[in-house]
């Protein structure tokens, strides 16, 4: 399901997939270092994981911090 959202306080369209084990984002917010490696996305697309951080998730007016992967 795809859902207008807001992460950190910008406007942004979000997928939400509960199945999946983490939540990605795209960013160039400086971010924790990482253990290195690869992800396989739902699609078979690869992703380069660069770091980890604490998030703002905003859905519907109800907010809460989440831990993000950094993709």
């Known amino acids: ?8 306080g910008c406007p942004t369209n979000i997928l939400i997939d509960t199945g999946s084990a983490v939540t ?25 994981v660069s770091g980890k951080r604490w998030a703002k998730l905003e859905i519907s007016n109800q907010a809460s911090t989440y831990p993000v992967v950094i993709v």
Do not use: C, F, Y
Request: no cysteine; aromatic share 4%; glycine share 6%.
């Open 24 to 48: 990605l984002v795209q960013s160039d917010i400086p971010s924790e270092p990482w253990r290195s490696g690869n992800l396989l996305a739902a699609d078979g697309t690869h992703l380069t």
């Open 1 to 8: 399901m795809a859902v207008v959202s807001k992460i950190d």
